[in-house]
T-cell receptor, first 115, second 117 residues
Framework: DGGITQSPKYLFRKEGQNVTLSCEQNLNHDAMYWYRQDPGQGLRLIYYSQIVNDFQKGDIAEGYSVSREKKESFPLTVTSAQKNPTAFYLC??????????????FGPGTRLTVT | AQSVAQPEDQVNVAEGNPLTVKCTYSVSGNPYLFWYVQYPNRGLQFLLKYITGDNLVKGSYGFEAEFNKSQTSFHLKKPSALVSDSALYFCAVRDTGPRGSARQLTFGSGTQLTVLP
């Protein structure tokens, strides 16, 4: 899991509550990403950020929000507007060394359960 | 739009036998291709990548993959499987994109590899 930490590992919330998932990296990577993983569906991109104070929507951004105030941190908020928030959430980062971005490195994930 | 297909949800192989996990892709222009492995309740671990050059790419833990442009495939292989190789494997693709851009990776749905002792 390299230098990317996600906390907590397991998170339980009641329906209607917002919840924030933490992602921190010490790899000095410029780009950071949030994915959602559901059984049998692979990974789907929620948001990504190339630089501080800038981020872009991925394929399934509705019901989620992010911020990128520091290079090392990219927290994800799952809002009450997200209709089916129970999932495994993965944060990743990648370098732009040499002007190109290549492989992404992943954190250990946070399993969110909303009841 | 780019896409990845992993046609087998499950692959079973006996320990010591060769293994292959299949992946085909679709992308505009030249592809960047990746394989990742995931153990239960863990993040994804990077195995190997194809960017350019030799079509046979060697990666971690004895895995290799062969890029075939005409068949748009990037199958993962290992000459002799271990029980500890049992895990979920993901193929991913991205387009080349502008220099310095954080390009989106598209993942396949995953293949569960089980190596039987």
């Amino acid at each position: 899991d390299g230098g990317i930490t996600q906390s907590p590992k397991y998170l339980f919330r009641k329906e209607g509550q917002n919840v924030t998932l933490s992602c921190e990296q010490n790899l000095n990577h410029d780009a950071m990403y949030w994915y959602r993983q559901d059984p049998g569906q692979g990974l789907r991109l929620i948001y990504y950020s190339q630089i501080v104070n800038d981020f872009q929507k991925g394929d399934i951004a509705e019901g989620y929000s992010v911020s990128r105030e520091k290079k090392e941190s990219f927290p994800l908020t799952v809002t009450s507007a997200q209709k089916n928030p129970t999932a495994f959430y993965l944060c990743a980062s990648s370098t732009t060394s040499g002007g190109y971005t290549y492989e992404q490195y992943f954190g250990p994930g946070t399993r969110l359960t909303v009841t | 739009a780019q896409s990845v297909a992993q046609p087998e949800d499950q692959v079973n192989v006996a320990e010591g036998n060769p293994l292959t996990v299949k992946c085909t892709y679709s992308v505009s222009g030249n592809p960047y291709l990746f394989w990742y492995v995931q153990y239960p309740n863990r993040g994804l671990q990077f195995l190997l990548k194809y960017i350019t050059g030799d079509n046979l790419v060697k990666g971690s833990y004895g895995f290799e993959a062969e890029f075939n442009k005409s068949q748009t495939s990037f199958h993962l292989k290992k000459p002799s499987a271990l029980v500890s190789d049992s895990a979920l494997y993901f193929c991913a693709v991205r387009d080349t994109g502008p220099r310095g851009s954080a390009r989106q990776l598209t993942f396949g749905s995953g293949t569960q590899l089980t190596v039987l002792p």
